[in-house]
């Protein structure tokens, strides 16, 4: 079993910055991916980044350049850096673990971008 905690997020004003993060505790295996996703008012989850253990990234094309996914795994703990943040960036950031076994996702966590 795996859990996931969420942390750093809130309200910001458009143009400003945040760092989310998330760790992890349980049996958590060596070999994973460790993501981000977000799903705002009446739309579906998508794709943020991921990240895998040894460091290769996945940033879906409209965020790439504002948004930078990072890790440590010493901590067992991935970050989300979100710069030039803009209104339609609002939404429940989650955190997701893949490993072998099933996927595990965080509660989630509110970013409030105000214009």
């Known amino acids: 079993q795996v859990q996931l905690v969420e942390s750093g997020g809130g309200l910001v004003q458009a143009g400003g910055s945040l760092r989310l993060s998330c760790a992890a505790s349980g049996s958590i295996f060596s070999i994973n991916v460790m993501g981000w996703y977000r799903q705002a008012p009446g739309k579906q989850r998508e794709l943020v980044a991921t990240?895998?253990?040894?460091?290769?990234?996945n940033y879906a094309d409209s965020l790439k350049g504002r948004f930078t996914i990072s890790r440590d795994n010493a901590k067992h703990t991935v970050y989300l850096q979100m710069n030039s943040l803009k209104p339609e960036d609002t939404a429940v950031y989650y955190c997701?673990?893949?490993?072998?076994?099933?996927?595990?996702w965080g509660q989630g966590i509110q970013v409030t971008v105000s214009s």
């Open positions: 990240i895998t253990n040894t460091g290769g990234t």
């Open positions: 997701k673990l893949a490993q072998s076994g099933p996927d595990y």
